[in-house]
């Protein structure tokens, strides 16, 4: 399934400080994924919308490890230097 996610760092906010279309079994694996990718341990508040409108999924204080392989990956797909 395919998700339209948005972070947001601190709330309240007007813009999310990350957004993409993630492709996952669930709505908080697209999530974590992609707070994962933008390398974002905290998240004040999280979205992810199915792309077919089926399911909404609002998450509030959401934490995730952010693991040293995780950020070299994300650095590689992004092109930055740590």
């Not at 400080?17 to 004040?44: G, H, K, N, W």
């Not at 070299?72 to 797909?77: D, F, M, N, P, S």
């Amino acid at each position: 399934m395919i998700f339209d996610v948005a972070l947001w760092r601190y709330w309240p906010s007007l813009m999310p400080d990350c957004c993409d279309y993630i492709e996952a079994a669930t709505s908080f694996a697209a999530v974590e994924f992609l707070m994962q990718r933008c390398r974002m341990p905290y998240a004040a508040r999280v979205s992810a919308r199915a792309i077919d409108g089926s399911l909404i999924y609002r998450g509030f204080g959401v934490d995730v490890l952010v693991t040293v392989c995780d950020r070299r990956q994300a650095e590689e797909e992004v092109g930055t230097d740590g």
